[in-house]
């Protein structure tokens, strides 16, 4: 079972890879930046929002700027390659950072939500850019008999910080969740689970 989710989690690299790559041209001869929903000249968390937004149908499709396997559709695909992008996870020759995951209770983003929201930094994990590009996340995994489990079943709470350290959260069902409707928290919790956690697979029991 290991081995197939491995495969699905290359499969999906590979596969949000080429549809960035084969884009970039068009990109290039357009004048946009892929995956920049909201034209501001970057890829970040709110663009995924966007994206995100549109494939619940909170919002109304934009197909001409979100389709970006260009099928003809927002779907949740869509709202995963911009989420990729926008954390780095899918390298394109613009690229000027890198991806670094800890659960060192020093960690800067990691001491944040523990001193901010009281908990155990036992129980959080970091996935942050560098240079800092304001799409560094906090997973927060539920306690277990024994100790915290790191599997996507016990996800509990995702914290995304920005450049200014504002803090959104998202939750596996939408309650309580902050700085993104329901049904953002919940498409969000689960594109973490799908496609970031299996990036780091010596940190997380997949």
């Not at 590979?14 to 946009?32: K, M």
């Not at 799409?135 to 489990?149: A, H, I, P, Q, W």
């Not at 709470?157 to 700085?179: P, S």
């Amino acid at each position: 079972m290991k081995t197939i989710k491995k495969i699905l989690a290359l499969s999906l690299s590979v596969l949000l890879l080429f549809t960035c790559l084969s884009f970039s041209v068009f990109a290039e001869e357009q004048n946009v930046v892929f995956g920049d929903i909201d034209g501001d000249g970057e890829v970040k968390i709110v663009d995924a929002r966007i994206v995100l937004s549109m494939a619940a149908g909170i919002t109304e499709p934009d197909v001409s700027k979100a389709d970006m396997d260009a099928d003809g559709i927002v779907s949740l695909s869509d709202a995963r390659a911009v989420l990729a992008l926008s954390i780095d996870l899918v390298e394109l020759p613009e690229k000027t950072g890198d991806n670094l995951i800890s659960d060192d209770p020093e960690n800067e983003f990691i001491k944040l939500i523990a001193e901010e929201y009281d908990v155990d930094p036992e129980a959080l994990v970091a996935i942050y850019a560098v240079p800092d590009k304001g799409n560094n996340f906090v997973l927060e995994f539920s306690k277990t008999s024994k100790g915290y489990s790191r599997k996507p079943k016990d996800l509990k709470k995702l914290y995304q910080i920005d450049l200014e350290k504002n803090i959104n959260i998202a939750t596996k069902t939408g309650i309580g969740c902050v700085g993104c409707s329901m049904g953002e928290s919940i498409l969000m919790f689960s594109l973490v689970k799908t496609v970031i956690m299996p990036e780091f697979p010596d940190y997380f029991e997949l």
